[in-house]
């Protein structure tokens, strides 16, 4: 059974604070990808990794890093949160680009930034 | 760069059949994306279309005009389960998916 697991479900941090997001997943996958969903908006690429030490902007990347020392665990920091953060944030994991392969989503964190 | 267009909320009643469209415009467009998302929880995989027509599997079946920019979900013999979310994603040159904003469907008695 694949799986794509977060370190959180619900995060409260404060304004200013250093955030870290982790997302593991076990199917061995080249990509990976943290997104966030707000209500109206839909989903939004934040960042996208496409192999250890290897990332990519996404549409909204402002405010945000990101971190893949191993294959399997990609990182998201927010590095000084703000409210306009406050989100459910998803990450998800596919096999490699050059071809278009579905992606499996972890369960999501909810971060509130007060 | 890419649009995607899908309605913000339906509804349906139990029993019923469900048509939810979605329009895109995507720059060296290759697939499209259905994703299906319950309140809560994670969006999972329901199809993919690269080729012009109509896929089925079970009660739900997609389909996609290549010329038209355009796909829809449709859903059969509809269930409470259903009322869900449902995400339109279409992938370009670089593969990487963009998301619609989703498509609340409502499925009542």
């Known amino acids: 059974d694949v799986k794509v697991t977060q370190s959180s479900r619900y995060l409260v941090k404060r304004t200013g604070e250093k955030v870290f997001l982790e997302c593991v997943q076990d199917m061995d996958h080249e990509n990976m990808f943290w997104y966030r969903q707000d209500p109206g908006l839909g989903l939004r690429l934040i960042y996208f990794s496409y192999d250890v030490k290897m990332k990519e902007k996404g549409d909204i990347p402002e405010g945000y890093s990101v971190s893949r020392e191993k294959k399997e665990r990609f990182s998201l920091i927010l590095e000084s949160a703000s409210t306009n953060q406050t989100s459910m944030y998803l990450c998800?994991?596919?096999?490699?680009?050059?071809?278009?392969?579905?992606?499996?989503f972890g369960p999501g964190t909810r971060l509130t930034v007060t | 760069g890419q649009n995607i267009d899908q309605p913000t909320e339906m509804t349906a009643t139990e029993g019923a059949i469900v048509q939810i469209n979605c329009t895109y415009q995507t720059s060296g467009f290759n697939g499209l994306f259905w994703y299906q998302q319950h309140a809560g929880e994670a969006p999972t995989f329901l199809s993919y279309?690269?080729?012009?027509g109509l896929e089925e599997k079970g009660r739900f079946s997609s389909f996609l005009s290549r010329s038209k920019g355009y796909s829809y979900l449709l859903l059969k013999e509809l269930q409470m389960k259903d009322s869900a979310s449902y995400l339109c994603a279409a992938t370009g040159g670089s593969y990487i998916p963009t998301f619609g904003r989703g498509t609340s469907l409502i499925v009542h008695p």
């Open positions: 279309n690269v080729l012009d």
């Open positions: 998800a994991s596919s096999f490699p680009t050059g071809r278009s392969y579905e992606q499996y």
